[in-house]
């Protein structure tokens, strides 16, 4: 909403800034922990303004980010709180998988994701409402393409293919497979 500010690290994918800036919103850079790579927590609280709606955070190269620290923080100050789990499948924070801290966490398929299906993501969520949101905004289904749309929001082309879906089950399927050998990888 033009104002609206978001709190993330500026240790990330690029391409979280552009998305935060093409929801209409200004992305503010906080430091991370130098050790895990993720966003501090007591750094993002010095960021925190009248203006700032949401944190992102990352579990950054598979390290998870101080998730209890960061849900309290967005609890004292009603803002929303959203997981990128891209960097980290497989990883756990205090015995949870990761994917299960944020309001929402995002897990993009695209290289050099561990599950990589060449293009795609996914968005969890146990919020019912974001969920019917984020489907209708997904995309508009051929049988649609005659109605007429009386929105604000428009549906976007944002789905990926059945047979790349099909791609990421079958890897999904054998991610601690997939996991172990890029463990190996990063110990040679």
Known sequence: KGEDEVITSGHSWHQIARGISL????PVFADIDYWAGTL???????KIT?????????????????WGALRVLAEQHGLHLIEDSTEAIGS??????????????I????????????EGAMIVTDDLDFARKLRYLR??????????????????????????????IAQLQRIDEIIAKRRQVTQW
Request: proline letters at 5%.
């Open 23 to 26: 929801a209409g919103a200004t």
């Open 40 to 46: 501090a927590a007591d750094k993002a609280a010095a």
């Open 50 to 66: 009248h203006k700032t709606r949401v944190i992102v955070a990352g579990n950054t190269n598979g390290h998870p980010a101080d």
């Open 92 to 105: 756990r924070y205090k015995g949870t998988r990761v994917g299960n801290f944020g309001d929402c966490a």
């Open 107 to 118: 897990f993009d398929f695209s290289q050099p994701s561990a599950l990589c299906c060449g």
């Open 139 to 168: 995309d508009r289904q051929p049988e649609q393409r005659y109605s007429i749309s009386i929105s604000s929001l428009l549906p976007l082309n944002a789905r990926i293919s059945e047979v790349t879906a099909a791609l990421g």
